[in-house]
């Protein structure tokens, strides 16, 4: 069981950045690749970035390729989304997420695929 809680939401203006973090509970954090989600009102959940258990892999979204940088600190428990140049567009609630997978490959995981789900935090681009 892996309990995951993000923190850093707000609200910002167009092209200021803001760093989301997501800890997580037990001793086994490393044997899962992590990935970030977002959702605004009446949409489906949008994968954002993903990054494998060791960090050595990452894979984006192509709306926020070069932009926003996924990253994780195994001795903490925690992974991070930093995110820069926002725009309104990215305004909406970002989850995190776990999924057990050991391998330095790290494959464009669908929402189902994922075991583990944080609550969610809002961020908000104003322009």
């Known amino acids: 069981q892996v309990q995951l809680v993000e923190s850093g939401g707000g609200l910002v203006q167009a092209g200021d950045s803001l760093r989301l973090s997501c800890a997580a509970s037990?001793?086994?954090?490393?044997?899962?690749?992590m990935g970030w989600f977002r959702q605004t009102p009446g949409k489906e959940r949008e994968f954002v970035a993903a990054?494998?258990?060791?960090?050595?892999?990452?894979n984006y979204a192509d709306s926020v390729k070069g932009r926003f940088t996924v990253s994780r600190d195994n001795a903490k428990n925690t992974v991070y989304l930093q995110m820069n140049t926002l725009t309104p567009e990215d305004t909406a609630v970002y989850y995190c997420?776990?999924?057990?997978?050991?391998?330095?490959?790290?494959?464009?995981?669908?929402?189902?695929?994922?075991?583990?789900w944080g609550q969610g935090t809002q961020v908000t681009v104003s322009s």
């Open positions: 997420a776990a999924v057990l997978w050991t391998s330095s490959y790290l494959p464009r995981f669908s929402y189902s695929d994922y075991d583990y």
């Open positions: 037990g001793r086994t954090f490393s044997t899962y690749a």
């Open positions: 990054i494998s258990w060791s960090g050595d892999s990452t």
